[in-house]
Nanobody, 123 residues
Framework: VQLQASGGGLVQAGGSLRLSCAASGRSFSRSVMGWFRQAPGKEREFAAA????????MYADSLKGRFTISRDNAKNTVYLQMNNLKPEDTAVYYCAARDSAVGRTTVDEYDYWGQGTQVTVSS
């Protein structure tokens, strides 16, 4: 089982990036998928999560209105569209999967993790 995150990079403040997370080894079409991020010297924190159908989403309060999580179960892929990026969004972004239909926001409640992709926002 593997989650491969991609799409990170260097962007100026106000810019946009779209992260992708492709799953392989099994289907996650019935799993909650999430994105977390970890800034240097800080703990990993919840960013967004999406239900298996895509009909329900959750966001960290600071990201609402700027980030959008989506998924394509046919491609076994989850996305994170990040708009109006700020320097404080700089972090390694990780995708994760939870073998449950119920969304959660804590690291310990996710079962599978990708390797992370670096997002750097310059001021």
């Amino acid at each position: 089982v593997q989650l491969q995150a991609s799409g990170g990079g260097l962007v100026q403040a106000g810019g946009s990036l779209r992260l992708s997370c492709a799953a392989s080894g099994r289907s996650f079409s019935r799993s909650v998928m999430g994105w977390f991020r970890q800034a240097p010297g800080k703990e990993r924190e919840f960013a967004a999560a999406i239900s298996w159908s895509g009909g329900s989403t959750m966001y960290a309060d600071s990201l609402k209105g700027r980030f959008t999580i989506s998924r394509d179960n046919a491609k076994n892929t989850v996305y994170l569209q990040m708009n109006n990026l700020k320097p404080e969004d700089t972090a390694v972004y990780y995708c994760a999967a939870r073998d449950s239909a119920v969304g959660r926001t804590t690291v310990d409640e996710y079962d599978y993790w990708g390797q992370g992709t670096q997002v750097t926002v310059s001021s």
